[in-house]
Structure formats: C-alpha cells, structure tokens
C-alpha cells in the first residue's frame, strides 16, 4: 500500500511536541480561512464530487481573496 498523494483531507491530528506543523494547516491558520477549508474538505469527503461543494468552495475562495488583498 502506498502513501496517499497532496494534501491529506483529514482534520489534523493532535501534534506532538516534536512534530512541525503542516506548512498547508499554518498557512491557513495566518488566513483565519481554515474552519472554511474543512467545510470544503468535509463536503469532498461526503460527495465525492466538487460541483456538488459550490457553496463551500465560493466561501473558502472569497475569504482567501480577502486575505490576499
């Protein structure tokens, strides 16, 4: 069995205290976009399907562009 490809979909575990976070869980954590960015992850894992997660996709994207102006 081999290990998944990108970035895993799961919420973060609890980290130890030798472990360095997830580059992509601090950049979101700098955006205050991460609970979108689960909700988007959270529909995916249900659908299967992003047409299906619109809603959720438009809101991680507008609070990014945000965060990028």
Known sequence: ???PMGHDRSRPKPKEDDEEEDPV???LTKTGCKELHY???DCMGEHNDWR???KE???FRKCME???S
């Open 25 to 27: 869980d601090k950049m």
């Open 39 to 41: 909700l988007v992850q």
């Open 66 to 68: 945000k965060k990028s």
């Open 52 to 54: 299906k997660c619109q």
């Open 57 to 59: 996709v438009t809101e």
């Open 1 to 3: 069995m081999s290990a």
